[in-house]
């Protein structure tokens, strides 16, 4: 076997990006939440413990939690023979699980929360500041990274990887997608669909569909999105984001999913040209995971030089994972591994133009969790 092969096999094997938020799954949130002190807004940590100064050096082994196969284990390796060092991993099925070992009196070097998690860590005090000037690759980065939303000025984080949501089908099977969301319970899926097993992205999907902001929180507008998702139902397979296998198996002709998700699909089908990514009109959401380094890390130097590493190696990276990185040496080799497809790249104006999940927040997140309770319990 050769070795591009067993990368193949290790890509196909990996977890999707993010695991579901499961039936009541918003409640675990909540209490991964109240674990970590970030509840309703609350800080854990004073601004001052944000504000150590650290430094890019070798300061021990790199205790590591992220997503199971969401790097390049090749990277890994080359990491630490070049520095003699170990990278201890560990890894979270999703973000309340990471929350919840934050608060638990776990040590990490380094995490990678997605966007609307980071903003909460921030504002809860929960993260280091960054010293970007003494992270050299950090200068490959799009500048629209500069000042995210999530982290004024990237004080404390720095992406890690980029995503958006589409619905990717079987062009083998369908050949009458029309570009909107509504495409989910296309006929000719026959009920091979499936909406992806997240709060999030399913309430996200109906608000976009239903002609509204991603985050809309009026209580109409969440009753109408509940109706939509209800009334999907019955042509659907189910709700998953167990998207690698339902596509590459057969058992579902189009999926909600991620971008990445359809490298990895491919890597797992006899003609890759068969599983195609649509982005929809009425909008997509978009968005990116980051870099940061928890205020109680012990080894915050080797986790500035791992970040530093990995975002050198950003096309290497990307081409593994595949998800794009937000580096300028990384779009032209992802391009061709997406063989140009546009649909798949996420670009500025993407994310420019598409919408980010907000951390919501009191009512608003409790009128979410009801709204995905009732939708699962229908």
Same mark, same amino acid.
């Given at each position: 076997?050769?070795?591009?092969?067993?990368?193949?096999?290790? #890509?196909?094997?990996?977890?999707?990006? @993010?695991?579901?938020?499961?039936?009541?799954?918003?409640?675990? #949130?909540?209490?991964? *939440?109240? /674990?970590?002190? #970030?509840?309703?807004?609350?800080?854990?940590?004073?601004?001052?413990? !944000?504000?150590?100064?650290?430094?890019?050096?070798?300061?021990?082994?790199?205790?590591?939690?992220?997503? /199971?196969?969401?790097?390049?284990?090749?990277?890994?390796?080359?990491?630490?023979?070049?520095?003699?060092?170990?990278?201890?991993?560990?890894?979270?099925?999703?973000?309340?699980?990471?929350? =919840?070992?934050?608060?638990?009196?776990?040590?990490?070097?380094?995490?990678?929360?997605?966007?609307? $998690?980071?903003?909460? *860590?921030?504002?809860?005090?929960?993260?280091?500041?960054?010293?970007? &000037?003494?992270?050299?690759?950090?200068?490959?980065?799009?500048?629209?990274?500069?000042?995210?939303?999530? &982290?004024?000025?990237?004080?404390?984080?720095?992406?890690?990887?980029?995503?958006?949501?589409?619905?990717?089908?079987?062009?083998?099977?369908?050949?009458?997608?029309?570009?909107?969301?509504?495409?989910?319970?296309?006929?000719?899926?026959?009920? @091979?669909?499936?909406?992806?097993?997240?709060?999030?992205?399913?309430?996200?999907?109906?608000? *976009?569909?239903?002609?509204?902001?991603?985050?809309?929180?009026?209580?109409?507008?969440?009753?109408?999105?509940?109706?939509?998702?209800?009334?999907?139902?019955?042509?659907? @397979?189910?709700?998953? !984001?167990?998207?690698?296998?339902?596509?590459?198996?057969?058992?579902?002709?189009?999926?909600?999913?991620?971008?990445?998700?359809?490298?990895?699909?491919?890597?797992?089908?006899?003609?890759?040209?068969?599983?195609?990514?649509?982005?929809?009109?009425?909008?997509?959401?978009?968005?990116?995971? #980051?870099? =940061?380094?928890?205020?109680?890390?012990?080894?915050?130097?080797?986790? *500035?030089?791992?970040?530093? $590493?990995?975002?050198?190696?950003?096309?290497?990276?990307?081409?593994? !994972?595949?998800?794009?990185?937000?580096?300028?040496?990384?779009?032209?080799?992802?391009?061709?591994? !997406?063989?140009?497809?546009?649909?798949?790249?996420?670009?500025?104006?993407?994310?420019?133009?598409?919408?980010? $999940? /907000?951390?919501?927040?009191?009512?608003? @997140?409790?009128?979410? &969790?009801?709204?995905?309770?009732?939708?699962?319990?229908?």
């Amino acid at each position: 076997m050769t070795g591009r092969n067993i990368d193949r096999l290790w #890509v196909a094997n990996r977890m999707t990006r @993010r695991d579901a938020f499961k039936v009541g799954g918003g409640f675990a #949130v909540a209490a991964g *939440l109240s /674990a970590c002190g #970030v509840g309703n807004g609350a800080g854990t940590s004073s601004e001052s413990a !944000t504000e150590v100064k650290i430094e890019p050096k070798i300061d021990g082994d790199l205790v590591y939690f992220n997503y /199971a196969q969401y790097i390049n284990p090749s990277l890994v390796k080359q990491f630490e023979q070049k520095h003699g060092i170990q990278v201890r991993e560990s890894y979270y099925d999703s973000m309340p699980a990471m929350m =919840a070992k934050l608060g638990s009196g776990n040590h990490y070097d380094l995490v990678f929360p997605s966007a609307e $998690f980071a903003d909460k *860590l921030i504002k809860a005090n929960r993260l280091l500041q960054i010293p970007r &000037d003494k992270i050299p690759a950090a200068a490959d980065i799009y500048p629209y990274y500069d000042d995210p939303w999530y &982290d004024p000025g990237s004080a404390h984080t720095l992406p890690y990887s980029l995503y958006l949501t589409g619905l990717g089908y079987r062009a083998d099977k369908i050949d009458t997608m029309t570009g909107s969301w509504r495409d989910i319970i296309n006929p000719q899926a026959d009920g @091979r669909s499936f909406v992806l097993d997240d709060f999030q992205e399913g309430i996200g999907m109906a608000n *976009l569909v239903n002609g509204y902001d991603l985050n809309a929180v009026e209580q109409d507008q969440l009753d109408e999105a509940q109706d939509y998702l209800v009334g999907l139902k019955p042509h659907l @397979r189910g709700f998953s !984001t167990d998207t690698i296998t339902n596509m590459s198996s057969g058992n579902a002709w189009i999926q909600h999913l991620w971008n990445g998700d359809v490298i990895n699909i491919r890597y797992r089908v006899d003609d890759p040209d068969t599983i195609q990514f649509q982005k929809n009109e009425e909008g997509w959401p978009v968005g990116s995971d #980051v870099f =940061a380094i928890p205020t109680d890390a012990e080894h915050p130097g080797t986790a *500035l030089m791992f970040i530093d $590493f990995i975002l050198e190696n950003s096309a290497k990276n990307a081409g593994w !994972t595949g998800y794009p990185m937000p580096t300028h040496s990384s779009a032209k080799p992802y391009a061709e591994l !997406t063989r140009n497809e546009p649909e798949l790249q996420v670009t500025i104006e993407d994310l420019e133009k598409g919408q980010q $999940f /907000a951390n919501l927040e009191g009512a608003d @997140r409790e009128a979410w &969790d009801r709204t995905w309770t009732e939708v699962k319990a229908a």
